[in-house]
């Protein structure tokens, strides 16, 4: 990344998007950590996933904030793989780092539904698409944003994400 970057992105969009494997690869093409959000759900938060109850603003509080701690943990940079819904949980988590951007993986809800059936052994019930698609508030509009179609190969996306990340933040048109 030059220097001019920022040291953080958080890959967001609704399950079955996509998130962590492009997370993944964007974070091998710009040397940078990966974490994947769902390994920071509580036990009690994963249990109601699992049997097909939204979580609330009250379940993601204390998720949000280890989020928080783990941009700050990683001050040489981080890819993040976080749903990131709602406008109050991205600001939240630009407040614990400045200068974030976002990369948006916008998908329909049929698609986003096909993908999370046929993951398996993942704790998200696919009945949780729609409540995703609910909660939902579109990042386009907000600064350092960038909107992918999340049906694109992998390869575009990766390319895509990885450059726009090797722009300075006040050249992005989000």
């Known amino acids: 990344m030059s220097p001019l970057a920022p040291d953080s992105v958080v890959v967001m969009g609704v399950a079955g998007s996509g998130k962590s494997t492009l997370a993944a690869a964007v ?11 769902d390994d920071f759900h509580s036990e009690s938060n994963r249990r109601k996933m699992a049997e097909g109850q939204p979580l609330d603003d009250l379940d993601r509080a204390a998720w949000l904030a280890s989020l928080g701690t783990q941009l700050q943990l990683h001050p040489g940079g981080l890819v993040l793989a976080c749903s990131a819904l709602k406008r109050g949980y991205r600001d939240q988590l630009r407040r614990a780092s400045p200068g974030l951007r976002f990369a948006f993986l916008d998908i329909g809800k049929a698609e986003a539904a096909r993908r999370v059936a046929t993951r398996g052994t993942h704790f998200f019930s696919a009945s949780l698409v729609d ?24 390869h575009e996306l990766r390319q895509q994400v990885s450059q726009w990340l090797r722009q300075p933040l006040g050249s992005v048109l989000g």
Not at 27 to 37: G, I, K, L, T, Y
Not at 142 to 150: N, Y
């Open 27 to 37: 974070a091998a093409d710009v040397a940078r950590p990966w974490v994947d959000a």
């Open 131 to 154: 409540s995703q698609f609910a909660t939902l508030e579109s990042p386009l509009g907000e600064p350092g944003v960038l909107r992918l179609d999340a049906q694109r190969p992998l």
